[in-house]
Antibody, heavy 124, light 107 residues
Framework: QVQLKESGPGLMQPSETLSLTCTVS????????VGWVRQPLGKGLVWMGT???????NYNSAVQSRLSISRDTSKSQVFLKMNSLQPEDTGTYYC??????????????????WGQGVMVTVSS | DIQMTQSPTSLAASVGESVTITCLAS??????LVWYQQKPGKSPQLLIY???ILEDGIPSRFSGSGSDTQYSLKINSLQPEDFASYYC?????????FGGGTKLELK
């Protein structure tokens, strides 16, 4: 079955670079996209970026200058790297499979499977 | 960017009641609306995509409707496990924006 699991450090210092790994199973990274979504504690969901099946990426402009998403298809892993961390980057980071629905006229991109999330705290 | 505005932000209801949550997009998203449910301490779960299409395994008491800029999620005959937060998402174009969420609480 489809599974995603995030891993990475839980505590970071301001100005450091965050590195997270999303290990997937049950599907191929060359067939589906994987996105990263952040959720500050007690707040809503914010899409950060996506790496698509073909390897191209899209980023949220709010973090684009600091964010990089890459992958290793042989290991079924997707990586998030974000530099210049600030306390406001604190939150739970989820990776999720992103798929496209298309009925021949309209389409919708959505996240159908999510990882359990990893909590990242940025504090000195 | 397409802004997604959910209302209400919180809602109290009883088991067995029906509730409706609305989501307003800042521009026409042509039915590309997605709904998620999130329980405390858990990751979001896909409920509905394409505004009306129920994800496999989701109970039929959940339904979605709407078009253009206005969308709704209706939950009939609330069950104890339905008390959670709900989010809508713009599925039309990047950035994939989410509504602020609606917290459904037990009255």
């Amino acid at each position: 079955q489809v599974q995603l699991k995030e891993s990475g450090p839980g505590l970071m210092q301001p100005s450091e670079t965050l590195s997270l790994t999303c290990t997937v199973s049950g599907f191929s990274l060359t067939s589906n996209g994987v996105g990263w979504v952040r959720q500050p504690l007690g707040k809503g969901l914010v899409w950060m970026g996506t790496i698509w099946a073909g390897g191209s990426t899209n980023y949220n402009s709010a973090v684009q200058s600091r964010l990089s998403i890459s992958r290793d298809t042989s290991k079924s892993q997707v990586f998030l790297k974000m530099n210049s961390l600030q306390p406001e980057d604190t939150g739970t980071y989820y990776c999720a499979r992103q798929v496209r629905y298309y009925d021949g006229y309209y389409h919708a991109y959505y996240f159908d499977y999510w990882g359990q999330g990893v909590m990242v705290t940025v504090s000195s | 960017d397409i802004q997604m505005t959910q209302s209400p932000t919180s809602l109290a209801a009883s088991v067995g009641e029906s509730v409706t949550i609305t989501c307003l997009a800042s521009e026409d998203i042509y039915g590309s609306l997605v709904w998620y449910q999130q329980k405390p301490g858990k990751s979001p779960q896909l409920l509905i995509y394409g505004a009306t299409i129920l994800e496999d395994g989701i109970p039929s008491r959940f339904s979605g409707s709407g078009s253009d800029t206005q969308y709704s999620l209706k939950i009939n005959s609330l069950q104890p496990e339905d008390f959670a937060s709900y989010y809508c998402q713009n599925g039309l174009s990047t950035p994939w924006t989410f509504g602020g969420g609606t917290k459904l609480e037990l009255k």
